[in-house]
């Protein structure tokens, strides 16, 4: 193992300079060079290269966003091309990005992504490129691994966020909603939902009762308690209803962007009820700023065992964390996964409807929204 290529893709998280880190030092002591190319995909693609070193990587402990940049628009398998008529036909630009790494020398890539990326990754692998992937998600919605990185830290800031909330909607008797980003899984608003003691909790996993949710609040209301916070999962729904969708991003692969539910719920309950009910989206403040202690941990040990497997030859694999123990899985079993919007629920990693945080978040007295 003589040289390494390595590219942060889709959306950033907190932990992706960490993960770098990891991979240079380990590289570093091994005697191993690395090269990064920029904004994901496209580097790779265009040939957007930076020589990874001590100097360039040093300091990055503490700091969010990549180095490298990332996008998520760019699929190396289907790049759009406008024709003359205004029409977009899709091209395969694989094959050139696969002799792009063989002119470079490169003996592995490391692909730090999310589902899609991930994909991708597995693909170059078909085609003799030896790859492996590092799970990378605030929404910790891949399939393979118990927890990504960046997800903690998401909750972390999610969580400081529903604090805040809390003491303004008890000054002022409001219901105040926290729409929290996620997709198509509930985790970021279970884990922060709990972790911040939201009254009701709204996720993809269980389509919602708008009439449930209100009862959640009056109920609330007649032991005096005249505030609720609600945390709702920018994927939430009501049941029988669709998903909120804000935008479409034509040149991107996953072209859905979801949004506006916060709103939606708050609209109703406050029609409902009579109470002042506010939203407040969180955002990109979840993607943003230093990781969490326990995903600088996370993220040093999946960049460094990153390195070891390549330097044991092991390839086509995902560096994963199961049952609290360092582990891989075939980058085969990752991407066979459809986790898009609209998917099959069998094919995505989603709030357990069994998993014990649901289970004891209903015996503690939160709401989901449904009939339990
Ligand atoms: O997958 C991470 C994520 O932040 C989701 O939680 C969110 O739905 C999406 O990315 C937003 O994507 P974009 O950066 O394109 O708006």
Do not use: W
């Not at 063989?102 to 790859?131: E, F, H, T």
């Not at 910790?140 to 529903?162: L, Q, Y």
Request: net charge negative; hydrophobic share 40%; glycine share 12%.
């Amino acid at each position: 193992m003589k040289k390494i290529g390595v590219l942060t893709a889709g959306g950033d998280c907190p932990g992706l300079n960490v993960v770098l880190r990891g991979i240079m030092k380990t590289a570093l002591n091994n005697g191993i060079e690395v090269v990064g190319f920029r904004d994901g995909y496209k580097g790779l693609l265009e040939g957007d290269v930076m020589n990874l070193n001590r100097e360039n990587t040093s300091g990055l402990i503490h700091r969010g966003g990549t180095i490298l940049g990332a996008s998520n628009k760019t699929n190396t398998f289907a790049i759009p091309e406008k024709q003359e008529d205004g029409s977009i036909i899709y091209v395969d630009k694989s094959d050139e990005c696969v002799e792009r790494m063989k002119d470079m020398g490169l003996d592995c890539l490391i692909v730090i992504g999310g589902d899609g990326s991930l994909k991708s990754a597995r693909d170059y692998g078909l085609k003799g490129i030896n790859v492996i992937g590092v799970p990378k998600t605030i929404d910790n919605d891949i399939v393979g691994t118990d927890i990504t990185f960046g997800f903690n830290s998401a909750v972390t800031t999610a969580t400081e966020a529903i604090d805040k909330l809390h003491t303004t909607a008890a000054s002022h008797d409001r219901v105040l909603i926290l729409e929290v980003m996620g997709r198509d899984s509930g985790f970021i608003a279970l884990e922060s939902g709990v972790a911040g003691g939201a009254d009701v909790i709204l996720i993809p996993e269980i389509p919602y009762d708008i009439e449930k949710v209100v009862e959640k609040i009056n109920t609330r209301r007649s032991r005096g308690r005249n505030f609720s916070i609600v945390v709702v999962a920018e994927g939430a729904k009501p049941i029988g209803g669709d998903v909120f969708v804000k935008k479409i991003v034509a040149d991107s692969p996953d072209q859905i962007r979801l949004g506006g539910v916060g709103n939606q719920v708050a609209e109703e309950i406050e029609k409902r009820t009579g109470m002042e009910t506010r939203a407040t989206v969180l955002g990109y403040m979840q993607r943003g700023g230093s990781p969490t202690a326990y995903d600088r941990v996370l993220s040093t040990l999946y960049g460094s065992t990153a390195v070891e497997l390549a330097m044991q030859g092991k390839f086509n694999v995902m560096v994963a964390m199961k049952d609290n123990k360092l582990t891989t899985v075939d980058l085969d079993e990752v991407a066979g996964k459809d986790t898009a919007i609209g998917a099959p629920s069998s094919n995505r990693k989603g709030v357990a409807l069994d998993s014990d945080l649901l289970q004891t978040a209903r015996r503690i007295g939160i709401g989901f929204g449904d009939d339990q």
